[in-house]
């Protein structure tokens, strides 16, 4: 048997495994009139791949019932098979996503790892982070990079304000930023129902990381999209990672009241002399514990934090004549 939930007469959620310390992903398959809308795709392995097909067949959906491919984000265990899905369709489904989504892919997915190098390497300096990062960090984008491939070569987008039907959904598609500032939430009024992709999730809180090409106030972003999307009347709300929530307002204010405690522990982890991004983000997470990769997530979020801090006037910064940052409250 597969991972396929059902919620109602035409949705179903199919969880694909990851090689990663969170270990699955959402996808939806919506039923309509014209076909079957794909909502996100799984990072491409030969496992994830199996799912769909295995899914495919248990529901009996052909390469001709697929109407379209829509994807919350660029994320590549969201985007990694849209390319995949959309050749086993003959080329006939259009994958859709926002025009924020297009152009990430074209500048994370489609460009070499290693335009990213000088940029990478001057933000693991200024972070605190040793160069031997820097190496895994172009193995990790590499790695990556191979798990979206082929990437979908008919791409149709749209605006976040747009109106989008999955299936025969009237939907609202709205963006969602800080986790990933290119992602799309979808809402269906009619029937009280979100599409929340990685920006509401239960049990776990979305990583909100500022990374080399993160535009300023990611935390901020975040949290301001978070209150908006808590005035929508929601009963059932369907994330990217994780089981449905069915208290979409009370989840979002957990994760509220969670960035209001780790904001007062990365103020409270800020000594009096100083210290680097690298030093804070040991005083609030396990680091001898994580990888190299869950080490970079780390620090990512803890400079989304700190950032924010710095925003508020509940920090400031100085720098090394070395390039190294420097926080100080």
Not at 176 to 182: E, L, N, P, V
Not at 189 to 199: E, K, S
Request: hydrophobic share 40%; with cysteine; charged share 20%.
């Amino acid at each position: 048997m597969t991972q396929l939930t059902q919620f109602a007469p035409d949705i179903y959620r199919l969880r694909l495994p990851l090689p990663f310390a969170l270990d699955h992903v959402n996808c939806y398959l919506i039923r309509g009139d014209r076909g079957w809308t794909l909502l996100d795709t799984g990072l491409h392995t030969p496992e994830g791949w199996q799912s769909w097909l295995a899914a495919f067949a248990e529901l009996g959906i052909a390469s001709t019932d697929i109407e379209q491919i829509v994807l919350t984000h660029v994320h590549p265990d969201h985007y990694g098979m849209a390319g995949t899905l959309q050749a086993w369709t003959h080329n006939t489904a259009p994958v859709r996503m926002s025009t924020a989504t297009s152009e990430a892919a074209a500048v994370i997915w489609r460009s070499s790892a290693e335009d990213w190098l000088d940029e990478t390497s001057a933000y693991l300096r200024r972070n605190g982070l040793e160069a031997s990062f820097l190496e895994s960090v172009l193995q990790s984008m590499r790695a990556m990079r191979a798990a979206v491939r082929p990437h979908p070569e008919k791409v149709e987008t749209f605006a976040p304000s747009d109106e989008v039907y999955l299936g025969n959904r009237r939907v609202q598609a709205s963006a969602a930023q800080g986790h990933a500032d290119d992602q799309t939430v979808f809402y269906d009024p009619a029937d009280r129902l979100i599409f929340c992709g990685d920006q509401v999730l239960q049990r776990i809180t979305p990583n909100v990381g500022s990374w080399p090409t993160t535009p300023a106030g990611p935390l901020g972003r975040f949290l301001t999209d978070l209150s908006r999307l808590r005035g929508l009347d929601v009963g059932l709300a369907l994330p990217g990672h994780r089981s449905e929530i069915t208290d979409f307002a009370g989840r979002i204010d957990e994760l509220l009241a969670h960035h209001d405690k780790r904001l007062t522990d990365i103020r409270e982890a800020i000594p009096a002399a100083g210290a680097t991004t690298l030093e804070i983000t040991r005083q609030v997470f396990p680091v001898e514990k994580f990888n190299i990769h869950e080490v970079r997530f780390a620090v990512a979020e803890t400079l989304a934090h700190l950032e924010h801090l710095l925003e508020t006037g509940q920090a400031s910064r100085d720098e090394t004549s070395a390039g190294v940052w420097l926080f100080r409250r």
